[in-house]
């Protein structure tokens, strides 16, 4: 099969098109062909050699994938089912190929564009159970620290869909954006605890970037806050949110449901750009300021490399 593939770690450049032996689904698992994957930053730190995960070389980028089954090695999906989701935890990769093996899915609604649906899966895992934790309900107030990117940009949709009122950080030339998904818009950094007009229920750190005693203070109490990517947490008393890339169960946690709010009408995967090239594609999505979420257009490779 081709797949885009690095055979040592640095920048964007060292990612090429070649063939590799196809993958194929083991039990419990279905195997896709791609038509769209999704760039996230995990993938980013792994090609840059930045990630702690155990990688053997080649690797394939990419957790995230939509595509149509061609392979299948459990009950309830067939051959042909147009599916969202993500490669297995322990593969860390393998969604930017022509063929890929996903590990939690779900069914992708006819109207959903490729590009959203590849980008999906991880975003929609991570942002539901960030929510989760929070208890965000209907006439819950949520702040989203770093609210335009890709997992913020979906918590910020979830949330709304719940009923919820959004507050979202964003850097100045992001403010429009965030407004375009229904949050108020606020600048990120140090002081927001200033401009936050009233009262917050719950605040969810998606960026990492020290906001955590800001948060607490906003929120009155550490247990109303959670964080995604700060690991310094349990000294503010914060929870971190570990997820379906970090070894926790159950990955399919609210692909269903987002799948379902799509086809009301009531919820989208938010996409900044869409790129043949994996190489241009990492580049993007490093450089930001970010929009949603960055995607690769598998479906439009050719086989030569
Ligand atoms: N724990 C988990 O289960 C889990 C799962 C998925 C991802 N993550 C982690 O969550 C983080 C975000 O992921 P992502 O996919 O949303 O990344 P992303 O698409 O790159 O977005 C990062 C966001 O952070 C914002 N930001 C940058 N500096 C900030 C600051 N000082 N204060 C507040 N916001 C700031 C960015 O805004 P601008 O672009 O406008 O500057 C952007 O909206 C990453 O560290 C990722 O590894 C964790």
């Given at each position: 099969?081709?797949?885009?593939?690095?055979?040592?770690?640095?920048?964007?450049?060292?990612?090429?098109?070649?063939?590799?032996?196809?993958?194929?689904?083991?039990?419990?698992?279905?195997?896709?062909?791609?038509?769209?994957?999704?760039?996230?930053?995990?993938?980013?730190?792994?090609?840059?050699?930045?990630?702690?995960?155990?990688?053997?070389?080649?690797?394939?980028?990419?957790?995230?994938?939509?595509?149509?089954?061609?392979?299948?090695?459990?009950?309830?999906?067939?051959?042909?089912?147009?599916?969202?989701?993500?490669?297995?935890?322990?593969?860390?990769?393998?969604?930017?190929?022509?063929?890929?093996?996903?590990?939690?899915?779900?069914?992708?609604?006819?109207?959903?564009?490729?590009?959203?649906?590849?980008?999906?899966?991880?975003?929609?895992?991570?942002?539901?159970?960030?929510?989760?934790?929070?208890?965000?309900?209907?006439?819950?107030?949520?702040?989203?620290?770093g609210a335009s990117g890709g997992v913020g940009s979906l918590a910020v949709g979830l949330a709304l869909a719940r009923g919820a009122r959004v507050l979202g950080t964003a850097a100045p030339g992001n403010r429009e954006f965030v407004e375009s998904?229904?949050?108020?818009?606020?600048?990120?950094?140090?002081?927001?605890?200033?401009?936050?007009?009233?009262?917050?229920?719950?605040?969810?750190?998606?960026?990492?970037?020290?906001?955590?005693?800001?948060?607490?203070?906003?929120?009155?109490?550490?247990?109303?806050?959670?964080?995604?990517?700060?690991?310094?947490?349990?000294?503010?008393?914060?929870?971190?949110?570990?997820?379906?890339?970090?070894?926790?169960?159950?990955?399919?946690?609210?692909?269903?449901?987002?799948?379902?709010?799509?086809?009301e009408g009531r919820f989208r995967v938010p996409v900044e750009d869409v790129f043949d090239d994996a190489a241009a594609a990492h580049a993007a999505a490093e450089r930001g300021p970010r929009r949603g979420k960055v995607v690769v257009a598998v479906?439009?490779?050719?086989?030569?490399?």
């Open positions: 099969m081709f797949a885009v593939r690095f055979d040592r770690f640095g920048p964007p450049e060292v990612l090429v098109r070649g063939e590799l032996p196809e993958p194929h689904a083991g039990p419990g698992q279905v195997r896709v062909r791609v038509r769209a994957a999704g760039v996230s930053p995990v993938d980013l730190a792994i090609r840059a050699g930045r990630s702690r995960s155990p990688i053997t070389l080649p690797h394939v980028p990419g957790v995230d994938a939509a595509g149509v089954v061609d392979e299948v090695n459990v009950d309830g999906v067939a051959v042909g089912d147009e599916v969202f989701g993500a490669v297995d935890v322990a593969r860390l990769g393998g969604a930017t190929a022509e063929f890929a093996v996903l590990a939690f899915w779900t069914a992708k609604p006819p109207s959903m564009p490729w590009e959203q649906a590849g980008a999906a899966a991880s975003g929609i895992e991570t942002a539901t159970r960030a929510l989760d934790l929070l208890d965000v309900r209907a006439g819950s107030t949520l702040l989203v620290d998904l229904g949050a108020v818009a606020l600048p990120y950094g140090p002081g927001l605890r200033e401009r936050v007009p009233g009262p917050v229920d719950a605040a969810l750190d998606v960026a990492g970037k020290g906001s955590l005693p800001e948060l607490v203070a906003l929120t009155g109490t550490p247990s109303s806050v959670v964080t995604l990517a700060d690991f310094s947490g349990p000294e503010h008393g914060v929870r971190v949110s570990v997820g379906a890339l970090g070894g926790q169960p159950d990955g399919r946690h609210g692909l269903a449901a987002a799948a379902a709010l799509f086809e479906s439009g490779w050719s086989s030569a490399p």
